[in-house]
């Protein structure tokens, strides 16, 4: 067949798209730009049906209109598949995807990597950012993005050098397609300003979602010196606070720009217009402008589509050097300022006010050009682009499903659910033990409980779980172990009654650890840099009297804190020092006990044996220190034979008596901790060796909780969210404590996290 014939043939079968991206009434850039794509291309191309498949960022999602036929949630990798198998029962023809780091879940976004692996249909990938210079995941992610998509549409000539020649995509699937913009006309600006009250003022215009990043504060300190010589100006900053920063920080930013116009005395020549408007309020609004400022502070933005707007509409634009900026206003289509120069700004500002001629060609200027990206044209390039990614795969033979096997599949995991948890914490802490799923406050609370709470906080963040009530949680656990620290003996107590006093002056040394591989979870990996100086300043202080502990899993308690710890401070000697300690005692314990059929640092197996070798991996992976990193496989690898039952299922040593070496090993009561300190072992052991048995080994431990045990029931409650809290002979325990919970919470959550690492690093499509 014919090249024409095929092309003619790819256009004619394009008969439905599917958008992928965020969606209005979402409040975002990437939202606003994907409706405006979705409604441009049903403009122009009726017999084509679009649908949208938007991504959500909170609990619940949005009020979406109809066009939107799917959802997926952004932390859920599952519904990423999901989303995939419905794209490929829907046939449609083309996938269209708005991509830009940080609105989908995973490393760098790689759990959009999840959907594009599914599909055989063809893939056009809009890059909202190219990035100069990626980190390690982001390089990952965009390598297997480009391989993945048939074409790639950027919007800006930097962008597509940036991708031949930083990210090697190849410049034959390359189009380059501008920013739409809406058809506005050339209008003397007077005609708008009675509708906002500003006739006969000079406007200055700055707009889009509020955030430190767009430099507003460098316009307010410009401000004095423009209003001196033209007291008629008025500067209109428009729209809301990004939600992101509003969940996070609330109203602090905008605050703080209203105080420094205040400082500034210019309060009566600054609006501030708190809201998200809709379309044709926003042309209003650029039809009022006299000059648009784009004060931007991040050089690598590389689209921005309220610029692109502005510029539509034929104004007077004065910006900041991004690199959109850069490219759209040259040729005096605009004017560039320095980063952060208000003197600068000032300066132009006041030129252009002065000098009307040179402020209306430059309108023109814009204006003329602009007339190329009206969102009409810009429809007709997308489905130009459509149709090549349509030519590219016609003569290839078409899968309208590609069948995994079982062992081809990622894992389908229990849904993690905090209810249990919530419930057993009050202000004051996480309560040890439950009677069935009701806290025993009788019990009181214990340090231990409140450090594995703490580590699973940080993990929920890691996840993007709940992140408002994994931040409160994460609070009353740290904020447990603050009180539960003595400054004088400088050590942790532990165990704290319902009425809040301590019942000991001292816990045990495993308590002590526990509290310290806590701490340094909270410093290495916690988003929040309070939690990093609060448990930073109670490790240091806590980390000494780990010289004279003698126990072998307060060591290694205490060398998985040290490793976090140093991720984020990894100067800190003292701590080093002391890792190099305790790795070289478990050495020696390990020499002085183990035997040809005895591999292992103790005469006994005891409880949470898994950490010991735990420990020695991620050491001696840190350090370099070879034979610690394999000592720590090898003894991970005899504990794993040792608890595999003769039909494959785990079994963990039992908490009645133990395993002491040439005696009888107990087998009842198997302990939820156990599970979860060989899931979390094992998990480790294949992030160092990327041997997927420890896949599988981590995977058998997990499903003990859910039935594959010695009684075939399932410990894990799923109508609870909480956890049994030990396997009888001949029975489950029925209460649902707050070791057993955590023990199931922090297996889901690890598991979870090497699901969404092996999405991100899993090898580019050929």
Known sequence: MSAVKLFMQAASEIRKIAFIGDYL?????????????????????????????????????????????????????????????FLKISNVDVVCVQHEFGIYGGQAG????????????????????????????????????????????????????????????????????????????FADPNFYKDLFGVEGKLVLLTFGLLSPSKGIEHVLNALPEIVTEFPNVVYIVLGATHPALLREQGEAYRLSLERLAKKNKVQKHVIFHNRFVDLDELKEFIGAADLY???YLNEAQI?????????????????????????LLADDRGVLVPFGDSAAIAREVLALLRDETRRHAMRKNAYKLSR?????????????????????????????????????QARQLPELKLDHLCRMTDSTGLFQHAIFTVPNYSEGYCSDDNARALILTVLLEELGEEPLRARALATTYL???????????????????????????????????????????????????????????????????????TSPR??????????????????????SQMRDALAARLMEAFDRTSKPDWRWFEEVLAYDNAKLAHALIVTGRATGQQAVFERGLETLRWLAKVQTAEAGYFRPIGSEGFYPHGQTRANFDQQPIEAQATVSACLEAFRATSDKSWQEQAQRAFEWFLGWNDLNVEIYSTSTGGCRDALHVDRVNQNHGAESTLAFLLSLAELQLAQNAASAFSPPAP
């Open 293 to 295: 400022v784009t004060p």
């Open 110 to 185: 790689s759990h959009l990597l999840a959907l594009l692996r599914e599909l055989r249909t063809p893939v056009v990938t809009t890059l909202h950012t190219v990035l100069r210079e990626p980190s390690p995941d982001q390089r990952r992610v965009s390598q297997e993005l480009i391989a993945r998509s048939t074409r790639l549409v950027t919007m800006a000539e930097r962008g597509r050098e940036f991708l031949t020649q930083i990210h090697k995509a190849p410049a034959a699937k390359i189009d380059l397609i501008p920013h739409g913009i809406h058809d506005m006309p």
């Open 554 to 575: 307060a060591w290694a308690f205490s060398l998985l804190g040290i490793h976090e710890y140093l991720q984020r401070l990894g100067g800190d000697r003292q701590a």
């Open 25 to 85: 009434p979402r409040k975002c850039g990437i939202a606003t730009f994907t409706a405006d794509l979705c409604t441009a291309v049903t403009a122009q191309f009726p017999e084509a049906q679009c649908f949208v498949v938007p991504v959500n960022d909170i609990e619940g999602g949005y009020e979406y209109p109809p066009e939107v036929r799917f959802e997926i949630e952004e932390q859920d990798m599952s519904s990423y598949v999901r989303a995939a198998d």
């Open 372 to 408: 190329e990206m009206i969102w009409g044209n810009v429809a007709q390039l997308y489905m130009r682009s459509f149709q090549a990614a349509r030519l590219q795969q016609a003569g290839q033979t078409r899968r309208a499903f590609a069948l995994k096997a079982l062992d081809q």
């Open 303 to 327: 689209t921005s589509g309220t610029l692109a707007y502005a510029f539509g509409a034929g104004k007077a634009v004065v910006s900041t050097p991004y690199w959109h900026a850069a490219e």
């Open 479 to 549: 904020a447990f172990l603050n009180h539960a620290f003595n400054p004088k003996t400088k050590r942790f107590r532990n165990l704290l009654s319902f009425d809040r006093r301590w019942l000991d002056e001292q816990g045990s040394e495993d308590c002590h650890g526990r509290a310290l591989w806590a701490l340094g979870m909270a410093v290495g990996r916690s988003p929040y840099r309070t939690f990093h100086m609060l448990a930073g300043q109670l490790f240091v202080q806590a980390l000494p009297a780990v010289e004279e502990f």
